[in-house]
């Protein structure tokens, strides 16, 4: 069974850079049809999709986000990792990491970890 593990700093001032990493156990992130999302969800609002990394490396990312964001992986820690610069208030929010398979939908995710951006 894979579990997701999100880890980084819980409190970002603006205009930085929101760095989040996400350790996966139980499953290779390189495993065929495996997708690696991002999703965050604001206080109050819904969840908020900002982007993938497929197990070939490729990237896709939310248009609104897209000047923002980057998702990388690193395969020998079977990890990947979100990067989104010039961070704002509205940015505040808790951040998940999640695993989708070709067919099945968000199958699992990491319990989540608030971040807020604050001077």
């Known amino acids: 069974q894979v579990q997701l593990q999100e880890s980084g700093p819980g409190l970002v001032k603006p205009s930085q850079t929101l760095s989040l990493t996400c350790t996966v156990s139980?499953?290779?992130?390189?495993?065929?049809?495996?997708?690696w999302f991002w999703i965050r969800q604001p206080p109050g609002k819904g969840l908020e999709w900002m982007g993938q990394?497929?197990?070939?490396?490729?990237?896709y990312y939310s248009p609104s986000l897209k000047s923002r964001t980057s998702i990388s992986r690193d395969t020998s820690k079977n990890q990947f990792t979100l990067q989104l610069s010039s961070v704002t208030p509205e940015d505040t929010a808790v951040y998940y990491c999640?695993?989708?398979?070709?067919?099945?939908?968000?199958?699992?995710w990491g319990q989540g970890t608030q971040v807020t951006v604050s001077s």
């Open positions: 990394i497929d197990w070939s490396g490729s990237t």
């Open positions: 139980g499953g290779s992130i390189t495993t065929n049809l495996n997708y």
């Open positions: 999640v695993r989708g398979v070709h067919g099945n939908g968000y199958d699992s």
